[in-house]
């Protein structure tokens, strides 16, 4: 692994980068820095210092992701953002909330809690896996649509699945039916070229700890200036009754939901000029880079296994999964961890995920790609895998 700016362990084989992302030893050391600024006078930093390099960090991930900043606050990750989206919105007994099969856990359970306490009901769209075209997961969310639809919940890149939707598409064709988007871009930043002004969504969440690389604790939400009246944060604060006129309150409240360490948030442009700073054509040439490594990855582990190709080359990012045959039960260990990758680690000191799919007797094995991989960890992965299949 070329790790010269990471602190991972040098004899682990880490192709789980897509789960909490790796912070760089560069941006660790600017987290230090705002920490120690914060301690050493925590007055001055918070009520003088502290919102002028927020409002920094903000911009410049504004810059980045194609947004404007006046619709861009910052949260601790993407399920806190779609949490304050649906525990903002009203719904009725009756109205319907489109999702897809492939929705992340924590945002599907979001649904159902919403759900439950307003009466509107879940729709599934069921997005096929494998998967042959970008066409079908068109097809299946949009056959889902009625006129009792008022939200969709939809991924812009799957955990689960590493597939990218094509969201700008299912957002335009799913505004002409007057139903509105939240997107959940947890894996999106840094994965693939952000411009969420041409996304169009009316509110679009994302971490800034995975792939964007920056410290855990630091993710944003985006919400469309004609919708921002609406949403809340789920902590209610100062910012609910300010007096101040020179911010929305939607920024006013989300800035300051409490006593918290910011420091995430602030290194938010170290991380973006850090990993930008890696290679001569900056993150394009980061972004395909990885894209690379993660299909000849895929290819390996295809190759070696004897696997069908489960999903074209461009619906993946950094991320691909191969689906192991279906042979035998993987029941979870108490950690809810399958015995494959728990064996995976145990005996070859390798850190990869193992997703059951659609059920308990299927298994992904879902591989990462980020600037520290290199393609004989794919191949040892491959190794193992043959010794450990029949788990």
């Keep these: 692994m070329n790790l010269e700016y990471w602190l991972l362990e040098r004899d682990i084989t880490f192709l789980n980068h897509g789960s909490f992302g790796a912070c760089p030893i560069p941006v660790l050391e600017a987290q230090t820095c705002f920490r120690e600024q914060l301690e050493r006078e925590p007055l001055r930093f918070l009520m003088r210092e502290f919102e002028p390099l927020l409002d920094q960090a903000r911009n410049q991930l504004a810059t980045f992701i194609g947004a404007d900043a006046n619709e861009l606050v910052f949260v601790p990750n993407a399920t806190t953002g779609v949490n304050a989206v649906l525990r903002s919105l009203f719904f009725e007994p009756g109205d319907e909330?489109?999702?897809?099969?492939?929705?992340?856990?924590?945002?599907?359970n979001t649904l159902d809690f919403v759900a439950s306490r307003t009466g509107a009901k879940v729709i599934l769209a069921e997005v096929p896996f494998p998967i042959e075209s970008p066409e079908q997961i068109i097809e299946a969310v949009i056959k889902c649509v009625s006129p009792k639809t008022k939200l969709a919940l939809l991924?812009?890149?799957?955990?689960?699945?590493?597939l990218i939707f094509p969201i700008k598409q299912l957002v335009s064709e799913l505004a002409n039916c007057g139903v509105d988007v939240l997107v959940d871009g947890a894996h999106a930043p840094g994965m693939v070229a952000l411009n969420l002004d041409e996304i169009g969504a009316a509110y679009y969440t994302g971490n800034c700890h995975k792939w964007l690389c920056a410290p855990k604790g630091a993710g944003f939400l985006y919400v469309r200036r004609d919708k921002q009246n609406a949403i809340r944060p789920t902590t209610i604060s100062h910012g609910a009754n300010s007096p101040r006129t020179d911010k929305s309150r939607f920024q006013l409240e989300f800035d300051w939901m409490g006593t918290v360490d910011p420091s995430p948030y602030l290194c938010v442009p170290v991380a973006i000029d850090f990993m930008g700073s890696l290679l001569d054509g900056g993150w394009p040439e980061l972004m395909a880079k990885n894209h690379a490594l993660a299909l000849a990855g895929r290819q390996i582990l295809l190759d070696q296994l004897d696997l069908p190709l489960?999903?074209?080359?461009?619906?993946?990012?950094?991320?691909?999964?191969?689906?192991?045959?279906?042979?035998?039960?993987?029941?979870?260990t108490k950690g809810g961890i399958a015995p494959l990758q728990e064996a995976l680690w145990e005996i070859f000191k390798i850190e990869v995920p193992v997703i059951p799919w659609p059920d308990a007797r299927g298994r992904l094995v879902r591989i990462s790609a980020q600037f520290y991989n290199t393609l004989p960890q794919y191949e040892y992965l491959a190794k193992a895998l043959i010794e450990l299949i029949s788990l």
Aim: proline fraction near 7%; charged fraction near 20%; glycine fraction near 4%.
């Design 97 to 108: 909330l489109l999702t897809t099969s492939q929705e992340y856990n924590a945002c599907r």
């Design 155 to 162: 991924d812009h890149i799957v955990s689960q699945t590493g």
């Design 310 to 332: 489960p999903c074209p080359d461009e619906m993946v990012g950094s991320m691909a999964v191969v689906r192991l045959p279906n042979e035998q039960s993987d029941a979870v």
